[in-house]
Structure formats: C-alpha cells, structure tokens
C-alpha cells in the first residue's frame, strides 16, 4: 500500500507517520522508486502500535522506540508483556521514585498478600510499591481495610489474570503478540472499570432499594408540583390584573 493508503488505514497523519520513518520508529518501506515506496500489514500493525503507545499511554516517542526495539527482538512471551505492562508512566515514574524514596511501609503488606496468593513475580517490580502505599493511605484513613481485606479481590484479580493471557493464545509474531499486550494492559482496563462501576451501581439498587426509591419518591412529585404551580401563578396574575 501506498503512504497514503497506509494513512488512511491507521488513521495517522502522513507528516506524522514522515517523521516516524525518519526517526527509526517506524521501518522504511519497500522502495519502487527513488522517491516513492510501498508498506505492508506490518508497518500497519507497528504504525498502530505506535499510536497506542504515544496516544493511550502517553510514552514519550524515545520511550516507545526503546519498547518497540525490545519486543520486536524478544521471543519470550513473558518478558513482551512485562515490557508492554511496565511500560507506562505511572511505573516509570514509580521505578524512579522508588530509587530515590525508602520503600513504603505498605509494601511489605503487598508482599504478604503476594505470598498468601501464591504469585511469584518480582519483588521489585513498581506494583508492589503501587499496592503498598495504598494500603499506607487505607491504614492512615482508618478504613479498616488491610491486605487480608483484599485477598478477596485478589482471588477475582487472578481469575481475571487468566482470561487476559488467553487473549495472547494464537499470536505468533512479536509485532502481533506486542500488540494484542497492548490491548490486554492498556485497552482492556478502562471497559474493566467501567463494567465494574456499571454493577456497582446494579447492586447498589438491589441492597438498598428503599433508599432508591425514596429518592424517586423525593424527585417524582417536586417535578409534578413545579408543573401545577405555574398554571396556578398565572391563573392568580391574570385576576390580580
């Protein structure tokens, strides 16, 4: 396909997708003429890689040259989807500051959990001092909410964990398995809380349906006297003139 064919299917910008070229991010084309070449579904799939990664997650275009070369040269299905997930910048920025900062109190509670869970992952890794200073924030609200209150959550979590791998059955180049990472670890969590707010909301109405209803109770006959008032304010207009 031609440049701007490829533009038209990946929704870039051909200044965009020039500078990608000249940048190394994105490969050169298969030449047809001194000025002129042609791309495949790779540089597609890449060149939509690309934008998730600058657009979704917000990397830097440096950030997401380095990710791409690493898992266009990794075979390893694991180690993409570490680099993929520890991509971000909330874990970038979580990795330097735990470099500068002491570890947080909580994380040894989120090794705990990690323990009684049975997971074997790496203790350095950014979610386990993500998860340890929100346990520090429970604990200094009082909310009496503790790794243990958690395990519940967790065993759903692991359950979820499971149907997110089963995504990556089936991929077979890098480029594809990276790419179908990106859709389990960046795409799929928004829909996952907004799924989760939608049954909050559900059950919400089922536990306590006597608040529900007293609200539509509350909402319902304030609409109707606001409808009766206004006749009756200008019936009394009208005999007062």
Same mark, same amino acid.
């Given at each position: ?9 990946? @929704? ?11 940048? +190394? ?12 070449? &042609? ?22 275009? @440096? ?7 690493? &898992? =266009? ?29 002491? =570890? ?27 998860? +340890? ?8 609200? @009082? ?6 209150? %958690? ?5 759903? &979590? ?24 990106? &859709?389990?670890?960046?795409? %799929? ?15 919400? @109405? ?36």
């Amino acid at each position: 396909m031609k440049i701007s064919e490829l533009s038209r299917r990946s @929704g870039v910008p051909i200044p965009t997708i020039k500078y990608y070229l000249r940048d +190394g991010l994105l490969p050169p084309g298969h030449a047809t003429a001194a000025n002129q070449a &042609v791309y495949d579904e790779d540089h597609l799939r890449r060149l939509r890689l690309i934008r998730t990664l600058i657009s979704v997650r917000q990397l830097s275009v @440096g950030a997401t040259k380095e990710i791409l070369s690493a &898992v =266009t040269h990794e075979g390893d299905l694991h180690q993409i989807l570490g680099i993929v997930i520890n991509a971000r910048p909330a874990d970038l920025k979580a990795k330097e500051k735990q470099s500068q900062e002491a =570890t947080p109190p909580g994380a040894a509670d989120a090794l705990r959990l990690v323990a009684e869970m049975g997971w074997d992952v790496n203790e350095e890794t950014s979610a386990i001092g993500e998860l +340890g200073g929100i346990l520090d924030a429970l604990a200094d609200l @009082g909310a009496g909410i503790d790794w243990r209150t %958690l395990l519940p959550y967790a065993e759903l &979590v692991d359950k979820m964990s499971t149907l997110d791998l089963e995504q990556l059955n089936g991929m077979s180049g890098p480029l594809e398995r990276a790419e179908r990472a990106v &859709v389990v670890s960046v795409l %799929l969590e928004p829909a996952l809380l907004a799924m989760r707010r939608l049954a909050q909301e559900d059950k919400s @109405g089922r536990m306590f349906p006597a608040a529900a209803a007293g609200q539509e109770e509350h909402t319902g006959p304030e609409r109707g006297d606001r409808k009766k008032t206004a006749p009756e304010q200008r019936e009394g207009g009208a005999e007062s003139d």
